[in-house]
């Protein structure tokens, strides 16, 4: 007999997800994910001024906040066939580095570490031992007993206030917790650091954006002055604070980050020679970071393509314009194309018709064998994809481009894992890391394309040729790509007479939150949870693990908001 775990909602995530999970003889037999909210944004910019789509749909999250803007310009600009002038190019690289690199810092800290570190064990460390291993594996400044020695105190008055605050509700001192204290510590320390590091690097986005969250994109390029003479433009002291930006998260980046993920990692190496977690190995990228022009892929610096069911002998082409491959079924989703309650459909001709037959939230039990989640399921050719980190990683190791298989090497040797342990939660996580590593070094060339840009006299960073509707054909269709944090995002947009008629977002925690589809097939996140040990049913520190790794973000997944649901936190097992 199994008996079924529900943890709803997931915490430590962006937005509303459900995780009914069946456990029979302490191991998943089967998982399901639904997302229990919505919000439409797809049906609000319908009939708006294509220009001014960007800000609307960037508003569908906060966390990736531009990466949406940045989808739906692209989307415009390649219905329109305009081409950015390569500053605007740069000056987008940059920004979507930032938010690649912000997200992943605070995935791994804030919303992923303490599935792994018990922060609550900190008080049996000692600090001189903490500063030993934190010196031996970086050369990071923060690192004498003193310091560790006054983390732990902080921490200490949390626990004896007996208001844990931000450390509540985690699962402390269960059983696969394996970090010794001194580890716990070093980690806890490095949670308060990164706090402070993340609202450095979104300065990047104020300077070149305007603001953060939510900068400003323009379609043709970008509204940022680049005269760095003249009192209306970017000073050059602006420009040497971003360089100052890029320096600091290649230090917390190669310094804190990535040795933390090391230490971490190695106590945990059986979730990867095991590959727990793993599930689907089917990868999607549509790559980015064009060193030149968007359309261009061969430029891209994480590439383009399709790894199925782990063969890294072939990456396959993706393309997202093509209506047989990329295709959104709404079979087990709330939702109806033309009044039908099944079917799938290419983005161009996809719709968002809400159709709601499930329970009254909070939710009692989901039938499964029903529609029973806000996500739709996204498909390549039939087939179910994980898109993320770990899919850029492995599609980017399988095409041998850039560093990727340096980079890759060398962090699997020191753990003294095989390449296919990528292919589980602690992979996932392992991925990230180096996703950033990546991300440190591209940043830092773009910005001197940029400054190299600037001096010989280039300071473009808008292309109006194509401003005016009256310049446009009357019925155009467009996508436009990015590599978000969790993944491949696309957004398809169909322009007529000078208005948007139809918008579609396919997001990469849809791709990776997928409920089942019409055969029944299952999406990223359930296949990962199949086969995964749960020691408690009570407190299923695994489950968080294995959904966590891939940096749920149900507000991008549905594109909604909840007004209602006032439970925190709850977990129970029927
Ligand atoms: Ni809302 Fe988003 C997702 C990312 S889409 S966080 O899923 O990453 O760009
Ligand atoms: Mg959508």
Not at 212 to 234: E, K, Q
Request: net charge neutral.
């Amino acid at each position: 007999m199994s008996k079924r775990v529900v943890v709803d909602p997931v915490t430590r995530i962006e937005g509303h997800l459900r995780i009914e999970a069946d456990v029979q003889n302490g191991k998943i037999t089967d998982a399901f994910s639904s997302g229990t909210a919505i919000r439409g944004i797809e049906l609000v910019v319908k009939n708006r001024d294509p220009r001014d789509v960007w800000g609307y749909v960037q508003r569908i999250c906060g966390v990736c906040t531009s990466t949406h803007a940045l989808a739906s310009i692209r989307a415009v600009e390649d219905a329109l066939g305009i081409r950015v002038p390569q500053n605007a190019n740069l000056i987008r690289n940059l920004m979507n580095e930032a938010v690649n690199l912000h997200d992943h810092v605070v995935h791994f800290y804030h919303l992923h570490a303490f599935d792994w570190v018990d922060a609550v064990n900190v008080l049996k460390a000692d600090p001189k031992e903490t500063s030993k291993i934190a010196q031996s594996i970086s050369s990071w400044p923060n690192s004498s007993p003193g310091y560790f020695k006054d983390v732990q105190t902080k921490i200490k008055k949390v626990v004896d206030s007996g208001q844990l605050g931000i450390f509540a509700n985690g699962y402390w001192g269960h059983p696969a917790y394996k970090l010794p204290p001194e580890v716990n510590l070093l980690a806890v320390a490095h949670y308060l650091e990164a706090l402070d590091w993340q609202k450095e690097i979104v300065k990047v986005h104020t300077i070149f954006g305007g603001k953060n969250p939510h900068p400003h994109y323009l379609v043709g390029g970008m509204a940022t002055p680049l005269d760095i003479n003249m009192d209306n433009g970017i000073h050059s002291e602006k420009l040497e604070l971003v360089d100052q930006l890029i320096s600091q998260a290649h230090d917390f980046i190669n310094q804190v980050y990535i040795p933390d993920l090391m230490a971490i990692g190695s106590y945990y190496k059986d979730w990867g020679t095991k590959q727990i977690g793993g599930g689907l190995n089917n990868y999607l990228c549509y790559g980015d970071y064009s060193t030149k022009d968007i359309r261009d892929i061969n430029l891209y610096r994480a590439p383009r393509g399709i790894i199925l069911n782990g063969n890294m002998n072939e990456v396959l082409d993706v393309d997202p314009a093509d209506p047989n491959q990329v295709q959104e079924g709404i079979d087990h989703a709330w939702y109806n194309y033309d009044g039908k309650a099944g079917g799938s459909r290419h983005p161009w001709k996809g719709e968002t018709n809400l159709d709601y037959s499930g329970p009254q939230t909070p939710y009692k039990h989901l039938d499964t064998n029903a529609k029973y989640s806000w996500i739709k399921a996204p498909r390549w050719k039939n087939q179910p994809m994980e898109t993320g980190p770990l899919a850029r990683v492995m599609v980017g190791y399988a095409k041998n481009k850039g560093d990727y298989r340096p980079i890759v090497d060398d962090t699997l040797k020191k753990l003294g894992l095989p390449v296919k342990a990528l292919q589980s939660a602690l992979g996932r996580t392992v991925a990230r890391g180096l996703d950033a590593k990546m991300l440190t070094g591209w940043m830092r060339e773009d910005y001197n394309s940029l400054i190299n840009n600037i001096k010989s006299g280039d300071q473009t960073t808008f292309d109006n040729s194509k401003w005016e509707p009256s310049t446009w054909k009357s019925h155009a269709f467009g996508v436009g790509t990015v590599e978000a944090p969790r993944g491949a995002l696309g957004h398809w947009i169909e322009i007529e007479n000078g208005k948007t008629k139809n918008y579609q977002a396919v997001v990469p925690t849809t791709w990776n939150a997928s409920p089942r589809d019409a055969k029944g097939v299952i999406g990223a996140y359930e296949s990962s949870l199949h086969n995964v040990p749960v020691a408690d049913m009570d407190k299923p520190l695994e489950i968080l693990r294995v959904v966590h790794s891939f940096d749920p973000c149900l507000a991008c997944a549905v594109h909604l908001t909840d007004t209602k649901n006032s439970t925190l936190t709850s977990v129970h097992v029927e």
